[in-house]
């Protein structure tokens, strides 16, 4: 959206939210203190397979109804294309390099300061709900949390994460919960994760069917990752069956959010509270010759869906400034009236925008094992990518295959032509930024030191029973190298 609105906008929620606030607005106690806050992220959402954004489909009824009473935020970006690293990023308001935890098995370091740590020492009530199993325990994003249920992230543990269906498991754990906790003193900060729309898509009846085009040719989506079914050559009419299987599990997500919002406003949650939705990275359909995620930076992974509601609606509407999931710590931080003095690398977005010609960046430095297909092995994928985009341009580097891209992104949105060669004097200058937060990040990070995640002894067995863990001998031990191949938890 280009209306020009989003910074005064931006100026006028922080007065209207003041003087709300301290106005005085009701009876519940929450009401003249810091609002009650719900985060909400979804696995693997494009925003332009959301109707409230330039999706061409009715996927998402119910945000589509949140959207018009919040700010959307058209140019909002990941940090990165996997789900770990994204998450430690929200909660902590650092780049990968700076919390460290990029790696498949890595635990987040407990000196990373995150938000559910600081709103809890300020008084809130916190209270987490994971599905998918990088947000479960052994990764250490649970930190600060009172309340944190990871029930619903273990499950494919004994089946196969990919096509787990987390959902029905994880609404009567918070409905339980919200219902249970009504007439609690102290503010509440709510996360949950949505898990479902990640693949494999195979979305439950009605909504396996909904979005199957008539020109659709239907394939067979399971064990997606490693399906050489489902590749590059695949032709369009089954690419758009593909796609409308991943937009039927966006469906049966929305239709879960809109039972939560019911709830919300049954509970005189609603009103008050401050609720964010995003994404934690996008999905590849081949954009780039590639699917799923965590394998490059361009736009169909990174660029995220971000709405805010603010309590009693004190502005809706667009906002196109460029921001970055980082900037969720300090914003939501002060929303909480908290000041606080961890060091980020986020802006608040709560604030109009100083920096016209502000940065925001990516990483991608993992190594992930993908499964070739039944009994085919593992094959490595080491990953070392960086990016920033400032303005309209958008620089990526991959020193491992010495290839520097530039992108024009307002006059080629998908990043489809590269234009390096053309602006050398720019690449530099975009260069010397990466190079410079790259600096700032070790800085910050000098002090994290990202541990690996813990296995039991029984999650190890049943991992490799699975086929999950390799032939090395770090299966022997209940910390199995990173290095080894193991399962990729679908991130
Ligand atoms: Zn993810």
């Known amino acids: ?3 020009g609105c989003g910074r005064l906008s931006i100026l006028i929620v922080v007065f209207l939210c003041m003087t709300f606030c301290l106005g005085g607005c009701g009876a519940s106690p929450q009401e003249n203190g810091p609002p009650n806050i719900f985060l909400l992220t979804i696995e693997s959402l494009r925003p332009d397979h959301l109707s409230f954004y330039t999706g061409p489909r009715p996927t998402s009824p119910n945000l589509d109804s949140l959207a018009k009473e919040s700010v959307v935020f058209e140019d909002a970006h ?15 308001g650092l780049y990968p390099s700076a919390h460290g935890a990029v790696g498949a098995r890595s635990r987040l370091d407990d000196g990373v300061m995150t938000l559910a740590e600081i709103l809890s ?13 990088y947000l479960g325990r052994r990764h250490n994003l649970n930190q600060g949390f009172e309340h944190y249920d990871d029930s619903a992230a273990t499950v494919g543990l004994s089946g196969g994460a990919h096509d787990d269906v987390t959902t029905p498991i994880l609404e009567p754990l918070v409905t339980q919960f919200l219902t249970s906790r009504r007439d609690e003193p102290a503010p509440l900060f709510f996360f949950a994760y949505l898990w479902d729309p990640h693949y494999d898509y195979i979305p439950p009846p009605p909504f396996d069917t909904m979005f199957v085009d008539s020109d659709a040719d239907p394939i067979d989506v399971t064990r997606y990752e490693s399906s050489l079914i489902v590749d590059a050559g695949i032709s369009e009419a089954e690419l758009r069956y593909v796609e409308s299987q991943y937009d039927g599990e966006i469906r049966f997500t929305d239709d879960y959010l809109g039972r939560f919002f019911d709830l919300l406003k049954e509970q005189g949650l609603w009103d008050n509270s401050l609720i964010i939705v995003t994404a934690d990275h996008g999905e590849e359909f081949f954009d780039h010759g590639q699917k799923g995620h965590k394998r490059t930076l361009y736009v169909e992974s990174v660029h995220v869906p971000l709405l805010i509601k ?17 900037d969720l710590f300090p914003t939501i931080l002060e929303a909480a009236r908290i000041k606080s003095d961890v060091e980020h690398q986020g802006t608040s977005l709560l604030q109009s925008d100083p920096k016209p010609d502000r940065s925001i960046f990516f990483e991608l430095l993992s190594t992930f094992y993908h499964r070739m297909g039944e009994g085919q092995g593992f094959k490595k994928e080491e990953q070392e990518w960086w990016g920033v985009r400032q303005g309209d341009d958008k620089l990526l580097l991959v020193p491992a295959d ?12 998908t990043e489809q ?25 070790a800085r910050l990070g000098r002090n994290h030191q990202a541990t690996e995640a813990e296995l039991d002894p029984e999650q190890l067995e049943r991992l490799r029973a699975l086929g999950y863990l390799g032939p090395e001998p770090a299966a022997t031990s209940s910390k199995a190298s990173a290095d080894s191949p193991t399962r990729d938890e679908g991130g």
Request: proline letters at 4%; glycine letters at 6%; zero cysteines.
């Open 402 to 413: 010495q290839r520097v891209e530039l992108y024009r992104t307002r006059q080629d949105p």
């Open 310 to 326: 603010f309590p009693q609606r004190a502005q809706v509407g667009r906002d196109d400034r460029l921001v970055s999931l980082v």
């Open 121 to 133: 020492k300020a008084g809130y009530e916190t209270a987490g709900f994971a599905t998918g199993p």
């Open 1 to 3: 959206m280009k209306n």
């Open 78 to 92: 990941s940090v990165t294309s996997w789900t770990l690293a994204s998450h430690a990023s929200i909660f902590s």
């Open 417 to 441: 032509l590269n234009v390096a060669i053309e602006d050398t004097e720019l690449v530099g200058r975009l260069s010397e930024k990466i190079a410079a937060w790259r600096r700032e990040s």
